[in-house]
Each structure stands twice: as structure tokens, then as C-alpha cells.
């Protein structure tokens, strides 16, 4: 088998797809063409792209996701029935979003509470510079 590395952000499987956390609560009742436009304004993204939006609701137990797959729209919603939806980390001042990777969604959506969570470091592939540098050595 072989394993795929991902990128903060990326769906593991799916390199090419982007998981997006808006960091402003917003209203749990908002539909397709509301998030649409959500994502274009707020975000400055193309809805249509196929990326994942992910949105929460203000009292934060509701999650939503909405993504474009081949021929339409698809919206993912999941409430809490207790406790609520956490941020896995501050959204810097200024930005409207994060991106986010697939594990930690699959963990918000099971309502765990990442932000004190600790990523151990992970091997990483040496890029082509650190490569190129080597040889020149």
C-alpha cells in the first residue's frame, strides 16, 4: 500500500482537496445558497472549487459543511445533544478562516476539544532544496 502525505488543510486521500473552518459563528438555519454566498463574500473563495467549508453554529452545537461535487451542492450538519463545538485554535486577528486537516475534523465532529491539543512532531520528506543543498556539499 501507499501512503499519501498531506498537507495541512488537505483530505487524507484527496491531496488536491482543502478543508476550510470559517471562524465566525454563524446562523445554524443558513442553507446552500446562504453558505455559497458565505464562502465567496467572507471567504473570497470559489463554493464551487470542491474544497470542504466548515461552519458552526452560534451556540456552537451545531457543525455544517458544504462542498460542490460534481454536479451540485452537498451540506453536511451534525448537532451536538450535549456539550459543543470548540475551535481547534484561535483564528488569527484579521483572518476569516483556518485551514484545518482531515484528522482534525473528524475529531470536532466527534466533539472533542482540540485546542489543547498537542501535535507531536511527524517525519516529513526532505523538499528539493534541502536535497539540492546536500549535493552541493
Not at 42 to 62: E, K, M, N, Q, Y
Not at 66 to 79: C, E, I, M, T, V
Not at 113 to 125: E, I, K, S
Request: hydrophobic share 45%; proline share 6%.
Amino acid at each position: 500500500s501507499t501512503q499519501r502525505r498531506t498537507e495541512r488543510g488537505k483530505l487524507d486521500g484527496y491531496p488536491s482537496v482543502r478543508i476550510y473552518l470559517y471562524g465566525a459563528p454563524v446562523d445554524g438555519r443558513m442553507g446552500f445558497d446562504a453558505l455559497a454566498g458565505l464562502v465567496a463574500s467572507a471567504l473570497g473563495l470559489d463554493p464551487l472549487c470542491g474544497h470542504l467549508f466548515v461552519f458552526f453554529a452560534a451556540r456552537g452545537r451545531i457543525a455544517r459543511i458544504l462542498f460542490f461535487d460534481h454536479n451540485g451542492f452537498a451540506l453536511y450538519s451534525k448537532r451536538l445533544e450535549r456539550g459543543r463545538f470548540a475551535l481547534p485554535r484561535e483564528i488569527p486577528a484579521g483572518a476569516t478562516h483556518v485551514l484545518i486537516e482531515a484528522a482534525d475534523l473528524v475529531l470536532l465532529l466527534e466533539g472533542i476539544d482540540l485546542r489543547d491539543a498537542v501535535r507531536r512532531p511527524r517525519w516529513q520528506p526532505p523538499t528539493r532544496e534541502a536535497n539540492a543543498a546536500a549535493a552541493v556539499t
